[in-house]
């Protein structure tokens, strides 16, 4: 027998949100059935009117018996819901607790039964709130497994009974609600102040941007790379000391390339295909810097002598690498034609290595 269609969306039919529950029947609507269940069990972390105010009329209509179980940890939960709920208890069907246990009280459970041992039960990530039922990002989970709904009302019932749960009442709410108002007054001075850096680290961004974009254009006319040559067994472990050390290197008789490199010049350091060198540059550019004056020397293997190597001031990586279509791509936008990156060094033509830098600059922040 096939399993009845289920879809992910609010508790509410017609209602659009992001707080989702999954397994949920077709035609489910949690007014209707909070209606006509004979008992509803409800714990939350905290609770607000925006959330209660959803359910509320559900559960004056119906004929259940309420069990309503709140936390108030860091005083999220109203006092304006807790005296909602003292005013139930003139209703014999509801009763209604906060949690104090010691613990972060922290669950997100409803558990209705409509008949004996049959009902339904959801379990998830959102509070007894506007947001929790309806706005925020939640997910949780609808079942009707008769196994797990017996051992979620004994967890349930043991919270509910249990000494540390104090059932409410105007003394529990008076001496909660400085607590509450305190908590209020952080959060939004938490909110403005969170607000505010937002906009502070946004600024700083923007003049952090805009410095490099006016240094890429005006500051620099010369520009090289140098292939790390990766694609050469022997030359592996020297491409990665190029980015740990931050150096332009280069072996042989190439050695001198790097030794005609001007301080101050923009260094690309570029990284070839290892197993199909015959693809030129495949990866692309990894890395950049400024060369400084200093010409490094050093010892490479006994057959070949030394390698030459510039350390690259503001040496930065590159994520994600400009990859060879990208460079081919804009170098025919402001030359007109494909550059190909082939040997272990070589300048940059000035249009190509300023929009190559901006590019680099971007992908390093």
């Known amino acids: 027998m096939s399993e009845p269609a289920s879809v992910a969306r609010t508790l509410f039919p017609g209602v659009d949100g992001e707080a989702l529950v999954f397994g949920l029947p077709a ?33 004056l209509k119906s004929n259940a ?34 949690c104090e246990h010691g613990a972060n009280f922290h669950p997100k459970v409803l558990i209705a039964e409509r008949h004996r041992d049959q009902g339904f039960a959801m379990v998830g990530s959102g509070n007894l ?13 609808y079942t009707e497994d008769d196994g797990v709904l017996l051992r979620l009302k004994r967890w349930f019932d043991r919270l509910f009974y249990d000494e540390r749960a104090s059932s409410i009442t105007p003394s529990v709410i008076k001496e909660y609600e400085p607590f509450h108002q305190m908590a209020k007054r952080h959060a939004e001075e938490a909110r403005k102040a969170g607000r505010q850096f937002e906009k502070e680290v946004a600024r ?30 022997e030359h592996e ?20 390339l790097i030794r005609k490199i001007p301080p101050g010049a923009v260094v690309f350091l570029y990284r070839s295909s290892k197993w199909r060198p015959w693809v030129a540059g495949e990866v692309g550019i990894v890395a950049f810097g400024k060369a400084t004056g200093k010409l490094i020397k050093r010892s490479y293997d006994g057959k070949r002598g030394e390698a030459h190597c510039k350390r690259l001031e503001g040496f930065r990586q590159v994520a994600p690498s400009i990859k060879v279509p990208e460079i081919r791509n804009i170098s025919r936008q402001v030359r007109g034609s494909e550059v190909a990156f082939n040997g272990t060094s070589r300048e940059i033509d000035a249009k190509l290595g300023k929009k190559l830098y901006e590019i680099a600059l971007r992908r390093s922040l």
């Open 129 to 141: 709130s506007g947001g929790g039922l309806l706005n925020n990002i939640e997910c949780s989970l």
């Open 237 to 256: 472990h020297w491409h990665q000391h190029m980015l740990d050390r931050g150096e332009a290197c280069a072996f042989s008789d190439a050695k001198e």
């Open 27 to 59: 035609n489910f609507g949690i007014v209707e059935e909070i209606k006509r269940s004979g008992s509803v069990r409800l714990a939350t972390a905290y609770g607000k009117i925006s959330g209660w105010e959803l359910l509320e009329e559900a559960v």
């Open 65 to 98: 018996s309420v069990y309503l179980l709140a936390g108030l940890d860091f005083g999220l939960t109203e006092t304006g819901l807790l005296r909602r709920w003292l005013k139930l208890r003139q209703d014999g069907r509801v009763r209604a607790k906060v």
């Open 204 to 233: 700083l961004l923007r003049s952090r941007v805009n410095e490099i974009m006016r240094d890429a254009r005006k500051g620099h006319s010369e520009f090289f790379y140098v292939n790390t040559n990766i694609r050469y067994g």
